[in-house]
T-cell receptor, first 114, second 112 residues
Framework: DAGITQSPRHKVTETGTPVTLRCHQT?????MYWYRQDPGHGLRLIHY???????DKGEVSDGYSVSRSKTEDFLLTLESATSSQTSVYFC?????????????FGPGTRLTVL | KQEVTQIPAALSVPEGENLVLNCSFT??????LQWFRQDPGKGLTSLLL?????REQTSGRLNASLDKSSGRSTLYIAASQPGDSATYLC???????????FGTGTRLTIIP
């Protein structure tokens, strides 16, 4: 398995509270991605990073922010969690979307917002 | 906007049968197409990646084909086994877009 860990693996929180999810890699990949997976929607990209301090929005970025201060860590923050952000969140790493290499996925974080 | 569709959403077949999973996409200007496997409660594992210039890729009992002009890909699984039970997702990348667009997947159950 590619060296990707996500923490926490499960979290239950209340509406309006801030939440930070962490993705950590040991593979030194340049690109890191945050997706959410919801029934009927497949995986949708939230934000991605193409280097330290270099990030960009995906298709469902509203309500989320990210930071990447080190190659190995990519943080996803929900500033004020809402029930619509209840989902399973996956981190992925890769060299680039437009490459011959695939993306490698972490085990996921199940977030429930009450 | 690229859209990826996988039909059927669920499929059950007896062990030992050969089967085909389908993936269609609306924008044929793709860079590559990938097939992933997802086991319950787990992350995705890449199975096969097909570059836009390729027609197919094979790995063991798996064969993926790509027809860009018709916007279709198939994943062929030979001699299915209960361990093949999982959700299979396809995803495409497009030129000028640093992201993958995923289908919603086909949940495959192999009946012993």
């Amino acid at each position: 398995d590619a060296g990707i860990t996500q923490s926490p693996r499960h979290k239950v929180t209340e509406t309006g509270t801030p939440v930070t999810l962490r993705c950590h890699q040991t593979e030194n990949h340049r690109y890191m991605y945050w997706y959410r997976q919801d029934p009927g929607h497949g995986l949708r990209l939230i934000h991605y990073s193409y280097g330290v301090k270099d990030t960009d929005k995906g298709e469902v970025s509203d309500g989320y922010s990210v930071s990447r201060s080190k190659t190995e860590d990519f943080l996803l923050t929900l500033e004020s969690a809402t029930s619509s952000q209840t989902s399973v969140y996956f981190c992925a790493i890769g060299w680039a979307a437009l490459s011959t290499d695939t993306q490698y996925f972490g085990p996921g974080t199940r977030l429930t917002v009450l | 906007k690229q859209e990826v569709t996988q039909i059927p959403a669920a499929l059950s077949v007896p062990e030992g049968e050969n089967l085909v999973l389908n993936c269609s996409f609306t924008d044929s200007a793709i860079y590559n197409l990938q097939w992933f496997r997802q086991d319950p409660g787990k992350g995705l594992t890449s199975l096969l990646l097909i570059q836009s210039s390729q027609r197919e890729q094979t790995s063991g009992r798996l064969n993926a084909s790509l027809d860009k002009s018709s916007g279709r890909s198939t994943l062929y699984i030979a001699a299915s086994q209960p361990g093949d039970s999982a959700t299979y997702l396809c995803a495409v990348s497009n030129f000028g877009n640093e992201k993958l667009t995923f289908g919603t997947g086909t949940r495959l159950t192999i009946i012993p």
